[in-house]
């Protein structure tokens, strides 16, 4: 692994991303968003979440 | 058209006047049937535009309804035409909305990569993280994928043990240094809702 850190906000995105776009429920027949900005952004996350460190990535967004 | 965010239960959230979805839209609820849809409505054929921000916003929505209520999230990204078209769709779906609300209900998703190098791994990480880990949730996914050295998956946990998850992840991690394991979450259950496509 590289040493590179990652903001956590970032990795949280990539995973978001993936909630948003792939999950949740569909109730109606048409999504219809031009998801071609967001897959764009999504590839270069994935990229990225890479060079997460190992003690940032042990980091857990605790009920608020 | 109508902006879905959620489906939850009636009698419908109240909705902080304040509260601000996609795109700085107000945010409404509509009931029907035993179920409440949270929605925004933006005029013309419009949606709202697929940034960063907006699926912040929309996450931002289904989050402030968590807390006291089970929450179907809806997918990013899904309009109908009108609030008749929307309460016709929740009158057909009604069964499998309900029967889904159970499912969640009093658990959050909690989301966990794990990467590793091609030497090293020490045996199949979804043994060695995803077993124990899915051990400790009422549901769970896994989506390995070899070619890629990683592996995302998904547990659905009862809100009061997000902790004890969390401290098995950290002790996962300690145990398997070669392994470089996240965590997110709680999120709400978007890996969850069942009956889609």
Avoid: K
């Amino acid at each position: 692994m590289s040493g590179t850190v990652v903001p956590h906000h970032d990795v949280a995105l990539v995973d978001l991303v993936d909630r948003l776009l792939h999950g949740g429920v569909v109730v109606a027949g048409d999504i219809t968003l031009a998801v071609a900005d967001v897959d764009l952004v999504y590839v270069g996350l994935r990229a990225l979440i890479s060079s997460v460190a190992t003690a940032e990535a042990n980091g857990v967004r605790l009920p608020r | 058209v109508i902006y879905v965010y959620a489906i939850t239960e009636a009698p419908a959230p109240e909705l902080d006047p304040g509260a601000e979805g996609v795109a700085g839209a107000s945010v409404a609820a509509v009931e029907h049937d035993g179920l409440a849809a949270v929605l925004s409505h933006f005029a013309g054929d419009e949606p709202p535009a697929s940034t960063a921000e907006s699926l912040w916003a929309h996450e931002r929505v289904v989050e402030s309804l968590m807390h006291d209520r089970a929450v179907l999230p809806a997918r990013f990204g899904m309009t109908l035409g009108s609030e008749s078209e929307l309460r016709v769709v929740l009158a057909a779906r009604g069964a499998s909305l309900r029967e889904d609300l159970r499912a969640v209900s009093g658990c959050v998703e909690l989301g966990v990569r794990v990467q590793w190098d091609d030497e090293g791994a020490g045996g199949a990480p979804q043994d060695a993280v995803h077993r124990p880990l899915a051990a400790l949730a009422r549901a769970s996914t896994c989506s390995p994928t070899a070619g890629d050295r990683l592996l995302t998956s998904a547990y659905l946990i009862p809100a009061d043990q997000v902790r004890t998850f969390a401290e098995r992840v950290v002790a996962l991690q300690g145990e398997h240094a070669a392994l470089d394991i996240s965590c997110t979450g709680p999120w709400p259950p978007y890996s969850f809702v069942g009956g889609n496509g």
